[in-house]
Structure formats: C-alpha cells, structure tokens
C-alpha cells in the first residue's frame, strides 16, 4: 500500500504519516489504526473505519461523519494529539519530544482529564534519586578525602571518576542530548550552557585522571592533578532538581483545563428510532442523536429540548448560580446539570463543537500563544547565550594568564560557574508561566482569551465601542405595555394583536404572542393574513379587519394617529419599538416592545468610566432608540443607524486619533470591527462568528467581565514585569560573580555547585512567582 497521509480535522490540517498513531472511526467513534483494512478517502483525507457497515455508511453521506466532533471527545485528550513547547508555542508535532529550539520537553496542547503524570517528570524523579548517593559520596570524597588520607591521591581520582560517570553520563543524559540538539538546530539555549559547563568539567577530569602527566605542576593539588568530578556530578544533581521544581510547577497550570474537562459527563442516554434507550460513551453521540436527561444529571451535548421541561444549573459555563427554566424549542449547554424534570433534547453539537469544548479550546490557545513581550525575551535569550561563552573563554584565558597558580585551573572552575549560573531557564519561563495561569484564572472568571498579545493589550485600552443589542440590553425583546384608545381597552388590544401575529416569524410578534399566553387570554385564529415587507402585518379575526405595524402601514390603511403620537414618542423615547393596531379602520391602540437594558450593564459602564474608559455606543437601532439607551446610562457619545462597515470606520477614525480601541459585540455585524479594534471583545451570548473575530469572549456575556478582564491584564503584566526584571538581575549580577571579578578585592570565587543551585533557585522561583496570579484579586 503507498503511503498515505492522514489530516485530523481537529488538529488544524497538521498532517502525519499514516499508522503513526491511533485514531478513530469517524462514524462509531471506535478506536482503529491505518492498518485497518476498512478506509476511504473523501476531499484528499484518508479515513479509517473498524467494519465494512461503518465503511458504508461513511460514503453514503460523508459529510454526516467527517466533522470535528465526530472524532473528538470533549471529556479527554483525543488520540493523535498535538504536543507543543510551552516556551515556543509555534513548535507543534503529533508524538512527545523536546523543543527543537529550547530543548524543553513538549507537552500536550490540551491536556487529557485521565493523563498519567508527566513522564519526563518521572523519568527525571527516577535519574535524580537512583543517582543522588552517587554525588553525595563524590562531593564527601572530594571535599574532605584529602584531609582524612583514607587513600593515596590517584586511587581517590579513580574512584570519583567510577561514581561521577553514572551521575554525568546516565543521569545527565538528558542534557547532553539537548545541548547537541541546539547545535544541530543553531539555537543557542539553556542546555548549551549546561552541556559546556558539565562537559568541560568531567572532560577535563577523565583527562587528569587518566593521564596525569600531559598537565604541567602547576595544575598539581594535595598530590594530585585536581579534578572536577564533584562539579559536574552535582551540577547535574541540582539542575535535576530544578527540572523537577518547575515540571511539577508547569503540571498546575493545566489544573484550569483539566476541571473544565470534568465537567462532561462520561456517558449519555441515547434513544434508539425503536424507542429503546441505552447509555453510550459520549464519543459515540453524533449530531441528530435524541438522547434523554434525568433528573439530576448533566446534559451531554449542546441541543434543543424536543420534550419535557425542567430547570438548569449553568453556573459552571455561565457562573449565574440562578437554575434557568428550559421548554420544548429552548436550547441547553453540554456539561449542565439538570435539576427537575426529565428532558429529550436532539444533539445539534457534540465533540469539539460544544460550548464546553471551545472554551477548552480558547484557553489551550491563549496558554500557549506568545506575548509580545516574550519575542523580545526570545530576542535577548538567544543572543545572550552566545554572549556568555563569549564571557567563559575570556574568564578562562584572563585567569590562565593573569591569574595567581593554579592560573589554569582557576580558568577552567570560573568558566564553568559562568556557563552555569548564566543559564537563561528563567529568562525563558519568564512570559509563559504567567500567560499560562493568567488564562485559566480568566477562564475560571468567565473571561476566555484567545492570545498572549490579548492579555498583554487589554491594559492599554482607553477607547471601548460597545453594540447595543445584545451587548448593554439583553438581546431578547421585551412585551413593555399596550395602550387602547376609541373605546378599546389594553387587555384588548393585546389580545386581538396577539391572535393576528399567530402567523407571523417576526420576533416582535413572538414576543406579543407570549405576552398574551403568560396573562391567559383567549387567542382567535387569525384568517386571510398577510405580510407586509417591513411595515407590518393585516388579516381577520373574530370577524374583524386588523393591521398591526409602523406609521408607513396606518397611513397606508388612512388611519389617523394623532391620537396617540404622544404616548407613542415617549414609549421610544424610552427606548421601545411601537407597533399601531387598526380595528375595521380605526385606530384600535399601541403596542411597545423594547430590548431591556441588562441589569449588570449600568454598574459595567459607571466601573468603566471610572478606569478612565471613553465608552462609545454604535448601534444599527435608530438614533431615538440608540439616545434614549445611552441616556439611561450615562453614554455621553453614540451612533445610531449604523452599518457593520459604519462600526469598521469608526474603529479605523479612533485608531487614526492615536486610540487603543476595544470593540465589544455579539452578532454578525459586529465581526469586521472586532476583527479591526485592537482587543476585540464577544459575548459569549452571542453568533459563533463574532466569537470567532474576537481576541476575548466574555461567556456570561456580561461587560463586568471586561473591568475583571483589564485587572487580570494588569496583574498579569505587572508579573511578567517581575519575571523578567528578576531574570535580568540575577544574571546581570551572577556573571561577574562567577568570572571572579570579586576575587581581587575579596577573595571570593563563586563554585560551580553554587552556581548550579543559584541557577536551579531562579527557574523555579519565576514558576511560583507566576503561580501568584491565581490568587490575584479581579
């Protein structure tokens, strides 16, 4: 068979040599390899199937089965999956390995709910501890050997040369590896200076030890060559340690996506077309299944409620702690506990496509994409290392020729501190590890960022354009109040509107009609209806000629609407839609239907202004409407009857004023100018595609979030801040230390083994520094 290539639609077109790992049949979900002898290839994809009947059923109608979340369970990692570097995040590949440019190892972009621990954090427990006797007993040997005289000089050499060797060659394996690995891909790094530094030190040691005689006296200590193996040997041993302190570290920062992968339920009751019922795993389910909710349990998958009716805790997706009440036609959210009744919803996004799972996603993303402050960390790192092996063969010549006897080995023990204690580990972590827990504390706020550059912009906006529909009001109109005239009483004018808009799709009239069913009125069938493009609509009832709809249809039908053209500008004052309605002729009365305000926007924009935010309102809505909203709370500058291109100009006029603009939004019309705004921002609440253009989603859709959103911005930066500073610091002093520029005035000479320790301190002190931030107050 040829090769072939397989493309995993939930890995982004990232393409793998077939059988190179396991995957799943897009049909029944089941576990297969590319040897199965059961495939297909649809639009230049090779899919794999487990039986002839999946197989057939997959070319009858691919397009059924070849979706994202046909292959990918939200509740564990998936087969096939991507690792990337947590330090360079455009490093991705589909098995474990280090990074080609820091050496780090890789890790899964979403980590699985079930993984096992970290196995380089137990391969390196086991080489840390199987060799820790070893150093210890080479570092007594040579600390204290001589003094004790327990055994002539050249036997103690031969004995720290068989105990180090296991510690340098087997324990410190790793290392070497990586610091090749960065010579090979011409990325200097943290393992460079590491491998030189316990290279040279062990190298130089072998050499004393088994060939004294080509060293001149001068190299000659306690009777002896002096060697090096204590160094290297526990230079190994304490960079173990900080790889330990910082994987363990690294491990909590993926506690944020592990419990949002816990809030699926393992498996769903799904309802045959016979009527039987069964519990499947949740890989199984497939979009168009009908599946049942008992009491008490979580709703599987996104869908629509076909029967029953209950009440919903989505505090976990949404944080409102208020159980929601769902009816037949509402939607439910995957991962939500049904409180009461018994539901039947048809599932209409499974996998990769719930809710559940693109907040997963968005915070995946956010944690391992790039800040820019970071790139000129990468920038610094990079040319830094070169710089300090420049910095060693100075310090070893300097000493070697101009240093008190033992020049050289003076040279030799200062050029190996200043290799190891220059080690750009924490220069490194710096940026990530804050990007990684700010992401999951966001998430835990109801706050999804979709990039580091998100994070790090959010700060220095001073510009907010806000929608209105949808973003300050709740996006759902509102039955307000109806108004009866010429003998018609409110009740009445509700109820004969109400059985004319039976037949209409506009949402005003679902609001009307609902309206009048919460106050029990009696509803007529409407007859011989018709609508009318945009103004309004007309029919019988009960015998009766109606028209229902704006000023253009009254004057069409010659109504008069004097009458109430008062109460009709103050009801839009208010901020409400007015519909006439026309009884054989005469003006029957007025119905209002507004959009309310949220009830959390007023404190959301009052907190706004009060960070000194110009908050902005651009909304399609008529300019009465839009001043009227903007009046209630306290919006001094908005735009009304604007067009998804009029929200893109103001963007670019603000941006071209020297702003930094924020766009906040929830539908269609708002994704060009969240795609342009510097941060944009969606509402959680709001169309897939505006989620999509936006660097932030606020998932309960509420624009406190974006106050909470600027702080954690804030004290994210400010930890970058310190990282950074503090990585800076440390190295700028450790460097002279270790060169000895000290020594003339002090004595003082920095040890390897001390500056392996200082190195090892540094790395995992950024890491807990980072870790700080999920107890920052937002």
């Known amino acids: 068979m040829p090769e072939r290539h397989l493309r995993y639609p939930h890995n982004h077109g990232h393409v793998v040599p077939a059988g190179a790992t396991q995957l799943k049949d897009p049909v029944c979900g089941m576990s297969v390899t590319a040897a199965s002898q059961f495939h297909s290839e649809h639009d230049g994809v090779q899919y794999?199937?487990?039986?002839?009947?999946?197989?057939?059923?997959?070319?009858?109608?691919?397009?059924?089965?070849?979706?994202?979340?046909?292959?990918?369970?939200?509740?564990?990692a998936p087969e096939g999956t991507i690792y990337t570097c947590p330090m360079h995040p455009e490093i991705r590949q589909d098995h474990p390995g280090n990074c080609p440019k820091c050496g780090m190892a890789l890790e899964p972009v979403i980590p699985g709910l079930d993984e096992e621990e970290n196995p380089e954090l137990v391969d390196f427990r086991h080489r840390f501890w199987w060799t820790l006797p070893l150093t210890a007993v080479v570092f007594i040997l040579a600390m204290f050997g001589h003094r004790l005289g327990w055994m002539e000089a050249s036997t103690q050499s031969w004995l720290e040369l068989v105990l180090a060797t296991p510690v340098v060659l087997w324990a410190g394996l790793p290392f070497f590896q990586r610091c090749v690995q960065s010579f090979i891909n011409r990325s200097p790094n943290m393992w460079t200076l590491i491998g030189l530094g316990t290279g040279a030190a062990y190298l130089y040691s072998v050499i004393a030890t088994i060939a004294p005689d080509v060293f001149p006296a001068a190299f000659a200590a306690h009777g002896r060559i002096g060697v090096y193996f204590e160094a290297a040997a526990v230079i190994i041993s304490l960079t173990l340690v900080g790889q330990l302190l910082e994987l363990k570290a690294r491990s909590q920062t993926s506690a944020a996506i592990k419990s949002l992968l816990g809030l699926a339920p393992k498996t769903a009751r799904r309802i045959n077309q016979d009527g039987s019922e069964e519990d499947v795993p949740l890989t199984h389910v497939h979009v168009g299944d009908v599946l049942r909710v008992r009491p008490g349990e979580k709703v599987p998958v996104d869908g629509?409620?076909?029967?029953?009716?209950?009440?919903?805790?989505?505090?976990?997706?949404?944080?409102?702690?208020?159980?929601?009440?769902?009816?037949?036609?509402?939607?439910?959210?995957?991962?939500?506990?049904?409180?009461?009744?018994?539901?039947?919803?048809?599932?209409?996004?499974?996998?990769?496509?719930?809710?559940?799972?693109?907040?997963?996603?968005?915070?995946?993303?956010?944690?391992?994409?790039?800040?820019?402050?970071?790139?000129?960390?990468?920038?610094?790192?990079?040319?830094?290392?070169?710089?300090?092996?420049?910095?060693a063969l100075i310090t070893f010549f300097a000493w070697g020729l101009f240093g008190p006897e033992p020049s050289w080995v003076y040279g030799l023990i200062n050029a190996v501190a200043v290799l190891i204690i220059a080690c750009p580990c924490a220069?490194?972590?710096?940026?990530?590890?804050?990007?990684?827990?700010?992401?999951?504390?966001?998430?835990?706020?109801?706050?999804?960022?979709?990039?580091?550059?998100?994070?790090?912009?959010?700060?220095?906006?001073?510009?907010?354009?806000?929608?209105?529909?949808?973003?300050?009001?709740?996006?759902?109109?509102?039955?307000?109040?109806?108004?009866?005239?010429?003998?018609?009483?409110?009740?009445?004018?509700?109820?004969?509107?109400?059985?004319?808009?039976?037949?209409?799709?506009?949402?005003?009239?679902?609001?009307?009609?609902?309206?009048?069913?919460?106050?029990?009125?009696?509803?007529?069938k409407a007859e011989k209806f018709e609508s009318g493009s945009g103004i309004g609509v007309r029919g019988h009832v009960g015998g009766r000629k109606l028209a229902l709809g704006n000023t253009a249809l009254m004057q069409a039908e010659g109504i008069a609407t004097a009458s109430l053209a008062s109460d009709g500008d103050a009801l839009r004052a208010g901020g409400a839609s007015?519909?006439?309605?026309?009884?054989?002729?005469?003006?029957?009365?007025?119905?209002?239907?507004?959009?309310?305000?949220?009830?959390?926007?007023?404190?959301?924009?009052?907190?706004?202004?009060?960070?000194?935010?110009?908050?902005?309102m651009a909304t399609g809505d008529g300019i009465v409407t839009a001043k009227a909203v903007a009046a209630k709370l306290g919006i001094d500058e908005f735009h009304g009857e604007v067009k998804p291109a009029d929200k893109l100009a103001l963007v670019s006029k603000l941006q071209q004023e020297g702003r930094v603009v924020a766009m906040a939004g929830d539908g269609i019309n708002d994704a060009p100018a969240l795609a342009k705004a510097d941060v944009g921002i969606a509402m959680g609440t709001g169309t897939d595609v505006a989620m999509n253009s936006a660097q932030v989603t606020l998932v309960k859709g509420d624009l406190r979030g974006i106050v909470r959103a600027r702080q954690l911005s804030k004290a994210t930066i400010r930890n970058m801040k310190q990282n950074l500073g503090f990585a800076f610091v440390y190295n700028a002093l450790g460097v002279p230390l270790a060169a000895g520029v000290l020594y003339a005035s002090t004595g003082m000479l920095l040890s390897p083994m001390i500056a392996a320790l200082a190195m090892s301190l540094s790395s995992a002190s950024v890491v807990s520094n980072a870790l700080r931030l999920r107890k920052a107050t937002i």
């Not at 199937?49 to 369970?73: G, H, R, W």
């Not at 006439?580 to 202004?609: F, Q, R, W």
């Open 48 to 76: 794999f199937f487990c039986s002839q009947s999946c197989q057939s059923k997959f070319q009858a109608d691919p397009l059924k089965y070849i979706t994202p979340e046909t292959v990918v369970s939200a509740a564990a």
């Open 304 to 391: 629509v409620v076909t029967e029953g009716s209950s009440s919903l805790d989505e505090s976990m997706i949404t944080g409102e702690p208020i159980p929601v009440s769902k009816r037949v036609g509402d939607r439910v959210i995957g991962a939500t506990m049904n409180t009461s009744g018994s539901l039947v919803i048809k599932s209409e996004k499974v996998g990769s496509q719930t809710v559940l799972s693109q907040i997963v996603q968005m915070v995946a993303q956010a944690q391992r994409s790039k800040a820019p402050m970071q790139r000129m960390a990468d920038k610094v790192a990079g040319v830094f290392v070169l710089g300090v092996v420049g910095i």
């Open 427 to 524: 220069l490194g972590l710096a940026t990530p590890m804050s990007i990684m827990v700010a992401s999951g504390k966001g998430a835990s706020n109801g706050v999804l960022f979709r990039d580091a550059a998100a994070i790090e912009n959010l700060r220095k906006v001073d510009t907010l354009i806000v929608d209105k529909t949808g973003t300050l009001t709740e996006g759902r109109p509102a039955f307000e109040r109806s108004i009866g005239t010429n003998g018609f009483t409110e009740e009445e004018v509700l109820r004969l509107a109400a059985s004319l808009d039976q037949g209409s799709e506009h949402p005003l009239a679902a609001t009307i009609v609902e309206a009048a069913r919460q106050r029990n009125l009696a509803l007529e």
């Open 578 to 616: 007015v519909m006439y309605l026309a009884v054989d002729g005469k003006l029957a009365g007025i119905l209002a239907v507004s959009d309310p305000v949220k009830a959390t926007t007023p404190e959301a924009v009052a907190k706004l202004k009060d960070e000194g935010i110009r908050v902005v």
